[in-house]
């Protein structure tokens, strides 16, 4: 089982920025990819962004490419997210998540481990 714990979230206004830290622990030799999901009341948890942990391989929702950038730090087991020109759609409980696959999969399900979350709220 590998750990999370995430932190940066906080209150920012439309088009600022915000970046998120996801340390993780445990048996971090075997997660083979990380993500980035959100969640807000009444609605299904929606992947965000992934990253393969091993030669960074990204990928998006469409929602955010563009404005968002999933990257990892091997030698902290860190993974971050930075939040750029965030909207106040982007408003949610946003989630770290490990997978111990090597397919990178977009459906919260595939994905093993998880953090407590950490709420982001943009103001308009």
């Known amino acids: 089982q590998v750990q999370l714990v995430e932190s940066g979230g906080g209150l920012v206004q439309a088009g600022g920025s915000l970046r998120l830290s996801c340390a993780a622990s445990?048996?971090?030799?075997?997660?083979?990819?990380m993500a980035w999901f959100r969640q807000t009341p009444g609605k299904e948890r929606e992947f965000v962004a992934g990253?393969?942990?091993?030669?960074?391989?990204?990928y998006y929702a469409d929602s955010v490419k563009g404005r968002f950038t999933i990257s990892r730090d091997y030698a902290k087991n860190t993974v971050y997210l930075q939040m750029n020109s965030v909207e106040p759609e982007d408003t949610a409980v946003y989630y770290c998540?490990?997978?111990?696959?090597?397919?990178?999969?977009?459906?919260?399900?595939?994905?093993?481990?998880w953090g407590q979350g950490i709420q982001v709220t943009v103001s308009s």
């Open positions: 990253v393969r942990w091993s030669g960074a391989t990204t």
């Open positions: 998540a490990a997978r111990d696959r090597v397919s990178l999969v977009r459906t919260p399900g595939d994905f093993g481990s």
């Open positions: 445990g048996r971090t030799f075997s997660t083979y990819v």
